[in-house]
């Protein structure tokens, strides 16, 4: 049961361009969603995140919406640089510890 | 900066084999986690802790033990290595209260033969 979905595995924007990953949650229970970014070769790092009681966080050039109603958020870099260039993962907490459930990830190439 | 240590990069081990896999931070953190990382399944939590010598399954538990005998350290266990057991293994760690980030080591690359 994958409680966190990413549907697109592959993502390629221009730079300078906007670039807009989503991710689908199931369960209710979330209350707090992260983001997060990947190198190859590296651990993930944290990107920024957003209460469940907010619909909007931003932070420089990312912001993450999310709509508790349609149990979907995404995250718009604007304006996309090489070095974003990674795979992202969304995440879900219930509040138990930051007790994570990650999406499959989406992998952002961003093109001169 | 919070720092994650993960003892190796890159491990091969054959089937059958006990492996360990250490994990070490810095930053006085109560709760350490074992995720592995698969193409396409994003990051399964196999275990987690949340002080010294407790320790709760994850979503996928099964072939692996974990150790928690002091605060900075959690170590992974695989009592007997099969090949399914070929991935990379993330440790991280956090603060105790809830949506507190989650800090990452660089991860383990384990290849059972």
């Known amino acids: 049961d994958q409680q966190v979905k990413q549907n697109s595995p592959s993502l390629s924007v221009q730079e300078g361009r906007i670039s807009i990953l989503n991710c689908d949650y199931t369960n209710s229970m979330f209350d707090y969603f992260l983001w997060y970014k990947k190198y190859p070769a590296e651990g993930p790092t944290f990107l920024i995140s957003?209460?469940?009681?907010?619909d909007k966080n931003e932070d420089g050039r990312f912001t993450v919406f999310l709509n508790k109603s349609a149990k979907h958020l995404s995250l718009h870099i604007v304006p996309s640089q090489p070095g974003d260039s990674a795979v992202y993962f969304c995440a879900g907490d219930t509040g138990t510890a930051s007790k994570l459930t990650f999406g499959t990830g989406t992998r952002l190439q961003v093109t001169l | 900066d919070v720092k994650v240590t993960q003892s190796s990069r890159y491990l091969v081990k054959r089937t059958g084999e006990k492996v360990f896999l250490e994990c070490v931070q810095d930053m006085d953190h109560e709760n350490m986690f074992w995720y592995r990382q698969d193409p396409g399944l994003g990051l399964r939590l196999i275990y987690f802790s949340y002080d010294v010598k407790m320790k709760e399954k994850g979503d996928i538990p099964e072939g692996y033990s974990v150790s928690r005998e002091k605060k900075e350290r959690f170590s992974l266990i695989l009592e007997s290595a099969s090949t399914n057991q070929t991935s990379m293994y993330l440790c991280?760690?956090?603060?105790?209260?809830?949506?507190?980030?989650?800090?990452f080591g660089n991860g383990t690359r384990l290849t059972v033969t």
């Open positions: 957003i209460s469940s009681i907010k």
């Open positions: 991280a760690s956090s603060l105790w209260q809830g949506n507190s980030p989650l800090h």
